[in-house]
């Protein structure tokens, strides 16, 4: 169920387009006074390993970038609120300015769609009359659309429009409704006329409803697929995003100004930085290359560091992530950022000396970049979470091997760089095997003893946007239910085994489950606090601490689902999932987003083997 491609030349955005549309918007921004709110959804029952502590110290990259984008553009009233800080938002109750917001966009991951929909469904609440628009956005727009609208009329969550995008696409929409909206009218009712006339269908990355009753469309009419910036300097600057959020609390309502930018790094510890977009690798499981239309997109390194500078100097913040593919697809462009950000001094002195940054790569990549990596160093990396999967290639082959993900290891501590392994646990892989490296445990201990300081284990999941996602459910591998209890969307992140063929699957849950406990435990804490020195000491005491933190609540979470596939009957899915709202495309056609079974059936045949 990979996204379809867009036709060569047509993949991309004119260069210098998304810089246009914010200056045109600009222009026409105080005559609308628009009044916007972004809510990034949060299910506080995914907090645990390998995402605990980062998950609520790190406000998310796109509601920020929303938001961004929207007083880039003029739109100066606009407010983020992030559910993990504010957990009790109700937006029925919200208020900016005195006023009830023009604008209500939902941003989600598929993981958080339950609390996606009941944000929806408060707002939806309002009276008519005074509702704003309802937007939906995030991955689970962008790859399983339907999910976020109601085919239900007795419980209607349906936003106006999903947004299947990037900044773009919200631009492109609000310049569309901004040319026909007339003074003072609700930006919903110029939305209706504006969908009712079909002046939406020529704008790529929309999913709207027609038809049925209020929440509950008869049909959704899809747009198509979204073109992409190519050059991400021209994304607005994620500065603006920081002083939009709302402070953390535990009220309905929202409070009169935003976070104070002196308080942002109490609640902020980690700034999440786009760098780089796209992967040169082509893994069956995984969508990243087919919704980057096989492009690799870059940041100059000038705005990088000047994007670490200003965040800096305005919130002073020390920590950041880059959302990266893979940092190191590109030697050239890798190397590039690194220098720039050494070079890099302003009024506070030189950048690198007080920033501290870390990101993803492969072990092939970061071998081809070891001359290069205490130059990086100096730059102020000092993580990189490698994807090692499982080191014998039975999942999938990109250059982990043994030997060599020891080798790059070594690399990255000789550098001071800490390696941060990330490992795919599933059903062909055993627990333990005497003398041989295929057992998980075998694994995780050579990890251990390459000097990995962290660790993410999670079990093999279909990833909805990837190739072979749909044959996954049609071979019978995805549990609908086991021992009675559904599988809900906050369990499709790996942690959890909800897709296997096993004859016992629970020995895959308690697998990692114990590949977690061998890696972080008090003995291994006392173990690195006393025997280990150099320039990783301190950050690998902190990751055992934060690890047994994170495994006592992973454990919690996890332990009743073991149970239950222990002793419970379990329920697979016979196909996987789809639209129960008939879709299609803007020409009557079949709907870009709702994909057909894909044609390569072998490839298919070959990951479900190893299940």
């Given at each position: 169920?990979?996204?379809?491609?867009?036709?060569?030349?047509?993949?991309?955005?004119?260069?210098?387009?998304?810089?246009?549309?914010?200056?045109?918007?600009?222009?026409?921004?105080?005559?609308?006074?628009?009044?916007?709110?972004?809510?990034?959804?949060?299910?506080?029952?995914?907090?645990?390993?390998?995402?605990?502590?980062?998950?609520?110290?790190?406000?998310?990259?796109?509601?920020?970038a929303i938001g961004s984008a929207l007083i880039d553009a003029?739109?100066?009233?606009?407010?983020?609120?992030?559910?993990?800080?504010?957990?009790?938002?109700?937006?029925?109750?919200?208020?900016?300015?005195?006023?009830?917001?023009?604008?209500?966009?939902?941003?989600?991951?598929?993981?958080?769609?339950?609390?996606?929909?009941?944000?929806?469904?408060?707002?939806?609440?309002?009276?008519?009359?005074?509702?704003?628009?309802?937007?939906?956005?995030?991955?689970?727009?962008?790859?399983?659309?339907?999910?976020?609208?109601?085919?239900?009329?007795?419980?209607?969550?349906?936003?106006?429009?999903?947004?299947?995008?990037?900044?773009?696409?919200?631009?492109?929409l609000l310049e569309v409704l901004l040319a026909v909206r007339?003074?003072?009218?609700?930006?919903?009712?110029?939305?209706?006329?504006?969908?009712?006339?079909?002046?939406?269908?020529?704008?790529?990355?929309?999913?709207?409803?027609?038809?049925?009753?209020?929440?509950?469309?008869?049909?959704?009419?899809?747009?198509?697929?979204?073109?992409?910036?190519?050059?991400?300097?021209?994304?607005?600057?994620?500065?603006?995003?920081?002083?939009?959020?709302?402070?953390?609390?535990?009220?309905?309502?929202?409070?009169?100004?935003?976070?104070?930018?002196?308080?942002?790094?109490?609640?902020?510890?980690?700034?999440?930085?786009?760098?780089?977009?796209?992967?040169?690798?082509?893994?069956?499981?995984?969508?990243?290359?087919?919704?980057?239309?096989?492009?690799?997109?870059?940041?100059?390194?000038?705005?990088?560091?000047?994007?670490?500078?200003?965040?800096?100097?305005?919130?002073?913040?020390?920590?950041?992530?880059?959302?990266?593919?893979?940092?190191?697809?590109?030697?050239?462009?890798?190397?590039?950022?690194?220098?720039?950000?050494?070079?890099?001094?302003?009024?506070?002195?030189?950048?690198?000396?007080?920033?501290?940054?870390?990101?993803?790569?492969?072990?092939?990549?970061?071998?081809?970049?070891?001359?290069?990596?205490?130059?990086?160093?100096?730059?102020?990396?000092?993580?990189?979470?490698?994807?090692?999967?499982?080191?014998?290639?039975?999942?999938?082959?990109?250059?982990?091997?043994?030997?060599?993900?020891?080798?790059?290891?070594?690399?990255?501590?000789?550098?001071?760089?800490?390696?941060?392994?990330?490992?795919?646990?599933?059903?062909?892989?055993?627990?333990?095997?005497?003398?041989?490296?295929?057992?998980?445990?075998?694994?995780?201990?050579?990890?251990?003893?390459?000097?990995?300081?962290?660790?993410?284990?999670?079990?093999?999941?279909?990833?909805?946007?990837?190739?072979?996602?749909?044959?996954?459910?049609?071979?019978?591998?995805?549990?609908?239910?086991?021992?009675?209890?559904?599988?809900?969307?906050?369990?499709?992140?790996?942690?959890?085994?909800?897709?296997?063929?096993?004859?016992?699957?629970?020995?895959?849950?308690?697998?990692?489950?114990?590949?977690?406990?061998?890696?972080?435990?008090?003995?291994?804490?006392?173990?690195?606090?006393?025997?280990?020195?150099?320039?990783?000491?301190?950050?690998?005491?902190?990751?055992?601490?934060?690890?047994?933190?994170?495994?006592?609540?992973?454990?919690?979470?996890?332990?009743?689902?073991?149970?239950?596939?222990m002793t419970g009957k379990i329920k697979r899915k016979p196909?996987?999932?789809?639209?129960?709202?008939?879709?299609?495309?803007?020409?009557?056609?079949?709907?870009?987003?709702?994909?057909?079974?894909?044609?390569?059936?072998?490839?298919?045949?070959?990951?479900?083997?190893?299940?």
């Amino acid at each position: 169920m990979e996204l379809p491609f867009r036709a060569n030349g047509d993949q991309l955005l004119r260069p210098g387009e998304l810089t246009d549309i914010r200056r045109r918007l600009r222009n026409i921004s105080s005559r609308h006074d628009l009044a916007t709110v972004v809510a990034c959804a949060f299910d506080h029952r995914t907090r645990m390993l390998p995402f605990f502590f980062a998950d609520t110290r790190m406000a998310p990259a796109g509601a920020r970038a929303i938001g961004s984008a929207l007083i880039d553009a003029g739109f100066a009233t606009t407010r983020i609120v992030l559910q993990m800080w504010n957990r009790n938002f109700r937006p029925l109750q919200m208020r900016l300015d005195g006023r009830v917001p023009d604008l209500f966009c939902v941003s989600t991951m598929s993981l958080h769609m339950a609390k996606a929909k009941a944000m929806i469904q408060d707002a939806r609440r309002i009276d008519p009359a005074q509702r704003p628009l309802i937007i939906a956005g995030g991955s689970v727009c962008v790859y399983e659309p339907w999910e976020i609208f109601s085919s239900d009329p007795s419980n209607p969550f349906s936003p106006d429009v999903a947004v299947t995008g990037e900044e773009y696409v919200l631009l492109n929409l609000l310049e569309v409704l901004l040319a026909v909206r007339a003074g003072g009218e609700p930006l919903r009712m110029t939305f209706i006329r504006a969908r009712d006339s079909g002046m939406l269908d020529g704008i790529p990355g929309l999913i709207y409803g027609r038809g049925g009753r209020d929440g509950a469309p008869e049909e959704l009419i899809d747009t198509g697929i979204q073109r992409l910036v190519g050059n991400l300097d021209e994304l607005p600057h994620p500065v603006l995003g920081y002083g939009l959020l709302e402070r953390p609390s535990s009220r309905t309502t929202l409070a009169s100004q935003a976070l104070p930018a002196g308080e942002v790094r109490r609640y902020s510890r980690i700034a999440s930085l786009v760098m780089t977009f796209g992967c040169k690798f082509g893994c069956g499981y995984c969508p990243i290359p087919a919704y980057n239309q096989r492009n690799l997109r870059f940041k100059s390194g000038a705005r990088i560091a000047d994007e670490m500078a200003r965040l800096s100097l305005e919130y002073g913040i020390r920590y950041y992530f880059g959302t990266d593919d893979n940092f190191f697809n590109d030697k050239a462009r890798a190397l590039e950022i690194i220098e720039a950000i050494v070079a890099a001094q302003d009024s506070a002195g030189r950048l690198c000396r007080r920033v501290r940054w870390g990101t993803e790569a492969t072990v092939h990549d970061t071998l081809q970049m070891r001359e290069h990596l205490p130059l990086a160093r100096s730059a102020g990396a000092r993580a990189l979470w490698i994807g090692v999967e499982d080191m014998t290639g039975a999942l999938v082959k990109k250059g982990q091997a043994a030997d060599r993900t020891v080798e790059a290891f070594a690399l990255l501590r000789q550098a001071g760089i800490a390696p941060m392994p990330m490992m795919m646990h599933h059903d062909s892989q055993p627990m333990y095997t005497r003398g041989r490296l295929e057992g998980l445990l075998n694994q995780v201990r050579l990890l251990r003893k390459a000097g990995a300081v962290g660790l993410q284990v999670l079990m093999l999941t279909p990833s909805a946007g990837s190739r072979l996602y749909e044959q996954t459910f049609r071979s019978g591998l995805v549990f609908e239910s086991v021992a009675g209890r559904r599988v809900q969307p906050h369990m499709y992140d790996g942690n959890f085994v909800i897709a296997s063929g096993a004859a016992k699957p629970w020995r895959k849950q308690m697998g990692i489950l114990v590949a977690y406990l061998y890696f972080y435990n008090p003995l291994r804490l006392l173990a690195t606090a006393v025997n280990q020195r150099g320039r990783l000491h301190i950050k690998a005491v902190g990751a055992q601490i934060i690890g047994m933190c994170g495994l006592l609540l992973t454990f919690r979470r996890t332990f009743g689902w073991m149970l239950r596939l222990m002793t419970g009957k379990i329920k697979r899915k016979p196909s996987p999932p789809h639209s129960p709202i008939p879709m299609r495309s803007t020409d009557g056609g079949t709907a870009p987003h709702d994909l057909p079974l894909l044609a390569d059936q072998s490839e298919a045949g070959k990951l479900c083997e190893t299940l």
